[in-house]
């Protein structure tokens, strides 16, 4: 099976670095500086038009911080959606209770939607307070992906966490690792987890996306 990169890209240089690197898939944000918040919608059409074929799925995230929202900031993230339908191939999005639990009841909202389009359950996950039980709750919403540092400051120092998780997932859904993915250790943290997928901005500590960084990691981590 081949192993897959998903690139975190938030701006047009870092998409334009991506795709010359041969990623296929982005998770497509602004201001990475901030863990990643929600992209312009011009941002979004502009890198659609100009790559068709990239697997494009946008970050929902309304402002930096915690992961819990008010019914205001939901109304924001429903209608980002909504507004990136046309151009999005899946979305990632995350919402927690105050408890550090996920809110269900608010994810639902989101998820229907999203529709029919993928969804990743981002980092929200490593700071819930459960995480065997958030991750039945993930799979029971329909999440396709969960992205996760196995709530460890890295996806390296966290993957015996992984490793459990994708155990328990049993192919109902892809741990996909983040975190302080880099091209000496995203083999090591595959082959560990036991996962077919891979996140990270490959920026190098650069600030913007390195194509030959991308095209290294993708030909390192191949079976």
Known sequence: MKRILEVCADSLGSVRNAVE????????????SLDGLTPSAGLLQTVRQLYPELTIHVLI????????YDRQELMVMERDIRAAQPFADGFVIGVLTPDGDIDMVAMQCLMAACGD????????????REPFVALEQIVALGCRRLLSSGQQRTAEQGMLLLRQLHDLADGRLIIMPGGGVSLENARQIMEQ???????????????????????????????
Not at 21 to 32: K, M, T, V, Y
């Open 61 to 68: 995230r309304p402002r930096q911080g915690n992961f819990v």
């Open 117 to 128: 389009k993928p969804v990743t359950f981002h980092r929200a996950f490593d700071v819930c």
């Open 193 to 223: 987890v036991g996962t077919s997928e891979i996140h990270g901005s490959c920026s190098g500590g650069s600030g913007m996306t390195d194509a030959d960084c991308v095209g290294q990691i993708i030909a390192s981590i191949q079976p």
């Open 21 to 32: 690197g041969g990623a296929g898939r982005i998770e497509l944000c602004s201001a990475l």
